[in-house]
């Protein structure tokens, strides 16, 4: 999508990949919304860090990394001897998919572009293969994206007021954005409406990376406290409920997303609130049969005492917003403890939603009842 920073308008994936550094390029999202910074990996170890710390996230965003992190592994690799270079392959598909657990996507991508490398003879083709299939993976994802707005956006009016959760925007994504695909493609009808941001605690992915991504594009928004979706449901100023997905199970139809998806959709199903998923077909696991078998990442609990942000107080906050500054430099980041000293936190990262609380799942092929992808799996490019 186009970034504004300091006056300069310039296209940006999420993810890109520099041949001639044979580096991942990133956009840093742990700075945002107070820096824009685009950060390069070296090696598929920083790589994974990179996954790993949260420097990019967002299950689609994440597997073209670990594509390109696949591809970037292979490429370091030096000599001819085939056996050698699969056990190096094995090492750095391990590493990648370790980095995050719960996101099938990346495991699916790399998947994918180990297929690929199969179709070459020597090492030098399967190289090579390997980053045109992580190229592949990344232009599918826009494509992806664009479909799941052509279908999705039907689903908005102008008036509307929608709820959306975490960032599932075009930072999660290469570009454009699962839940947020809807979103641009009605705003480039015409159409007119408001989107409440959840905070989305304890990383504020809401607050910071989908408000940031809204005011960029000038989508009319705002944020709220993750406790004060059911109040507005109640009140009748929510319409309709869009969220990403890390894993939906395609045998069962549940969802797992950031944590406090499932509370949402209860609360819209108390209020009879469409409430819709938005996947890539990465997003599809085809093989768990349960939602209780999906793992769950468990994060340090530093996140839930605390948080991060930059030094401001609301004074100064409000002056920024009526100059319309969008992205500012280098404002110092700062953790400050909210919760009790002697007190400890559990931080479970993402929940799963069960398929009778989902409305439906808004793929690049259509829009399906959760329970219809398994019968409609062929029409979702899965061949068994
Ligand atoms: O922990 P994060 O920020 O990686 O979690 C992101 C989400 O939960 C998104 O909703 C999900 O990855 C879908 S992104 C299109």
Not at 15 to 20: E, G, I, N, S, T
Not at 77 to 93: C, L, N, P, T
Request: glycine fraction near 8%.
């Amino acid at each position: 999508m186009n970034v504004t920073v300091r006056g300069r308008t310039q296209h940006y994936r999420t993810v890109a990949f520099d041949r001639a550094r044979n580096a991942v390029l990133l956009i840093e999202q742990r700075l945002l919304p107070h820096e824009f910074k685009i950060v390069a990996t070296k090696n598929f170890h920083e790589t994974a860090g990179a996954i790993h710390d949260m420097i990019v996230r967002g299950a689609p965003a994440i597997a073209a990394t670990a594509a390109y992190g696949l591809a970037q592994g292979a490429l370091a690799f030096r000599g001819r001897d085939q056996r050698k270079f699969s056990w190096h392959i094995e090492i750095v598909y391990q590493t990648l998919k370790a980095a995050r657990p719960t996101a099938v996507d990346p495991v699916n991508a790399m998947n994918g572009v180990r297929a690929v490398m199969r179709t070459g003879k020597t090492v030098a083709e399967q190289q090579s293969l390997a980053l045109a299939a992580a190229e592949e993976f990344a232009s599918e994802d826009v494509r992806h994206c664009e479909e799941i707005g052509r279908h999705g956006a039907r689903l908005i009016r102008s008036g509307m007021k929608i709820l959306t959760h975490c960032n599932a925007g075009w930072l999660a994504c290469v570009d454009i954005g699962t839940a947020t695909g809807p979103m641009y493609a009605a705003q480039a009808q015409g159409k007119k409406f408001h989107i409440f941001c959840d905070e989305t605690r304890p990383r504020s992915q809401g607050a910071t990376l989908t408000a940031w991504e809204l005011a960029q594009q000038k989508v009319s928004h705002q944020v709220i406290a993750d406790n004060a979706a059911g109040h507005l449901m109640q009140r009748g100023e929510i319409d309709l409920v869009i969220v990403g997905s890390d894993r939906t199970l395609g045998r069962t139809g549940e969802v797992a997303n950031k944590i406090g998806t499932y509370t949402k959709a209860v609360l819209a199903k108390r209020h009879g609130i469409p409430f819709y998923v938005a996947i890539p077909l990465s997003t599809i696991d085809w093989n768990l049969k349960r939602g209780f078998d999906i793992p769950i990442e468990e994060r340090h609990e530093s996140e839930v005492l605390g948080a991060w942000g930059v030094e401001s107080s609301p004074k100064s906050n409000s002056a920024i917003a009526r100059a319309g500054v969008q992205s500012t430099k280098s404002a110092k980041r700062i953790y400050v403890r909210v919760a009790n000293p002697a007190s400890g936190a559990r931080n479970p990262g993402f929940d799963v939603t069960p398929p009778e609380l989902i409305t439906g799942i808004i793929t690049p092929v259509g829009i399906f009842k959760p329970k219809e992808l398994w019968p409609q799996r062929r029409k979702l490019g899965f061949t068994i």
